[in-house]
């Protein structure tokens, strides 16, 4: 009774949150997403725009007049006069819904609504990978009845008690995992070995030819367990500094050379990776099962370590899981573009900022089946971070205002082409 007046109590709680933020485009003005639909009526407009998708669209890390729906409407190009916009912009972005999730909001808001949106923009598919609960209220309920004990711990990851419960639970492990499995510390191996220190040095500086030729020139035997605290080093400062996909890649090119880490000295890098791999979108469980499988073909004894066996089958099953998340992701943004369809709506899609693989994969494939307009932010942040901008990012994969800032006016682009809205006289 505790556990379920405790979860209730969040989800309330977040809802008050979420519905605020939502609903507050006018200054001194909230109330909830329905009744501003409402209060919109006063507003002339030649079109309606619904924005639907998850955090990116709701703007959950920035305040509201940061994000990307708050910004398009307060456009100088949208304002007509005082009482007239050209787009009538309504943020329904929900943090973490899944496509399945903004699948059924729309069918929602058609039938709530007095009327129909005339253009609907969405971005949505990132969030699927971690709501499976979503994606198995699609099946049939013979599978699910049969795989009820496979897929239980699939729904008691959707409570919000439980992440809280995850949190403190992986902080536990993490602590415990560091000090019992590292075998030489950092700290101990610069007091004890100065040569190898210098080679850590190097790897720390991203100079991986500098500490090869070093161990060459001098002629040192690095051992595994030295091999281990190398590694972690490097790891730990790049999950701390969030760099999640360097922090795969360089773990498998370190283990590509060192495959003798996986005899037992490897623990906490490959625990490390698994976590990293949970907070990153440039590489999928293919890929890591596929490199994982390059080394043992190299190393043919790596495949009867109990290391290799573990994570080599966590990434291979993982791939299986993600394959139907997939599937799945693209069959309900389809469903999305034959409802807009179906009622006269334009729908326009956009493709993330950060690299979700997966997700603006299936963002890009459904706007081309269906000859839909794609906003493509990933390219247009990726140029922008490769010429030296920074401050596109605020956490993570969520941008910073002036990332939302770069969104809508990738966005306006697009209705600009799309919808041939002129510049007003």
Not at 133 to 157: M, T, W, Y
Not at 169 to 187: C, G, P, R, Y
Not at 335 to 351: D, F, H, M, R
């Amino acid at each position: 009774m505790t556990i379920s007046v405790v979860e209730l109590g969040l989800r309330g709680l977040g809802l008050v949150i979420q519905t605020g933020r939502e609903a507050s485009f006018e200054d001194g003005k909230t109330v909830d997403r329905d009744s501003k639909v409402n209060l919109r009526k006063e507003l002339k407009a030649d079109k309606w725009v619904l924005a639907l998708g998850d955090s990116l669209t709701n703007g959950s890390n920035v305040s509201v007049n940061e994000t990307y729906p708050f910004r398009l409407f307060h456009k100088e190009e949208n304002r007509i006069s005082d009482n007239k916009v050209r787009f009538n912009i309504l943020n329904h972005g929900i943090c973490e819904s899944t496509t399945y999730q903004s699948l059924k909001q729309l069918k929602d808001i058609l039938k709530k609504w007095n009327r129909v949106p005339d253009i609907i923009i969405y971005l949505g598919g990132a969030a699927d990978l971690f709501s499976p609960i979503s994606a198995l209220q699609q099946e049939k309920v013979g599978e699910i009845v049969e795989d009820i004990e496979e897929h239980a711990p699939s729904f008691i990851r959707g409570l919000r008690i439980y992440k809280i419960y995850r949190g403190i639970n992986l902080a536990l492990k993490e602590s415990f995992l560091h000090n019992s499995t590292l075998d030489i510390t950092e700290d101990e191996l610069r007091d004890w070995d100065p040569e190898v220190a210098q080679v850590l040095d190097f790897y720390l500086t991203g100079d991986v030819e500098a500490a090869e030729k070093f161990v060459t020139d001098k002629g040192l035997e690095v051992p595994p367990v030295k091999l281990e605290t190398i590694l972690n080093a490097v790891v730990d400062r790049l999950f701390i500094a969030s760099k999640q996909s360097r922090v795969i890649e360089e773990t498998l090119k370190f283990l590509e050379k060192h495959p003798e880490l996986f005899e037992g000295f490897g623990r906490y890098p490959l625990h490390r990776m698994t976590m990293a791999y949970d907070f990153q979108s440039k590489y999928t469980a293919h890929d890591i099962a596929k490199r994982l499988l390059k080394i043992a073909h190299q190393s043919p004894n790596v495949l009867q370590t109990e290391l290799y066996q573990k994570y080599a089958t966590l990434f291979t099953e993982r791939e299986k899981s993600i394959q139907r998340i997939n599937r799945l992701r693209i069959q309900n943004i389809r469903e999305l573009a034959e409802i807009s369809k179906a009622n006269g709506i334009k729908l326009i899609l956009q493709n993330y900022p950060e690299n979700f693989t997966d997700a603006n994969i299936a963002l890009e494939q459904v706007a081309k089946e269906y000859g839909l307009p794609l906003v493509d932010n990933n390219t247009v942040f990726n140029e922008l971070i490769e010429k030296g901008n920074n401050d596109l990012f605020r956490e993570h994969e969520h941008p910073s205002p002036e990332g939302y800032k770069l969104m809508a006016s990738n966005v306006w682009k697009v209705l600009k082409k799309e919808i041939q809205v002129d510049k007003p006289n």
